[in-house]
């Protein structure tokens, strides 16, 4: 199974900016779906945003433009630049990927990686 290594999360400032890392640990032939979902405590997972096989991308409704979701083919990795964070944007962020690799299908989850924002 392809394994996923996030990176990126910490503290923040309200108004600041982090950009998440998801590095699949083999070569994606096609993916169907690069994800990043967040949650919050006590809260249910949410989407955050979506990248779709063709190029089309999907944000919750709270992003309003502040993020984008952006992949590097060459590195087999999903990222996520979130500027204007709001301390509500707090939570740990997980990456999903769809999609196939030379054994196949995959569907994987990274550990998560927890984020920050600071009033």
């Known amino acids: 199974q392809v394994q996923l290594v996030e990176s990126g999360g910490g503290l923040v400032q309200a108004g600041g900016s982090l950009r998440l890392s998801c590095a699949a640990s083999?070569?994606?032939?096609?993916?169907?779906?690069m994800a990043w979902y967040r949650q919050a405590p006590g809260k249910q997972r949410e989407l955050v945003a979506r990248l779709i096989r063709g190029g089309s991308t999907f944000y919750g409704d709270f992003v309003k433009g502040r993020f984008t979701i952006s992949r590097d083919n060459a590195e087999n990795t999903v990222f996520l630049q979130m500027n204007s964070l709001k301390p509500e944007d707090s939570g740990i962020y997980s990456c999903?990927?769809?999609?196939?690799?030379?054994?196949?299908?995959?569907?994987?989850w990274g550990q998560g990686t927890q984020v920050t924002v600071s009033s």
């Open positions: 083999a070569t994606i032939l096609s993916s169907e779906a």
């Open positions: 999903n990927i769809q999609g196939y690799y030379n054994r196949g299908w995959f569907d994987s």
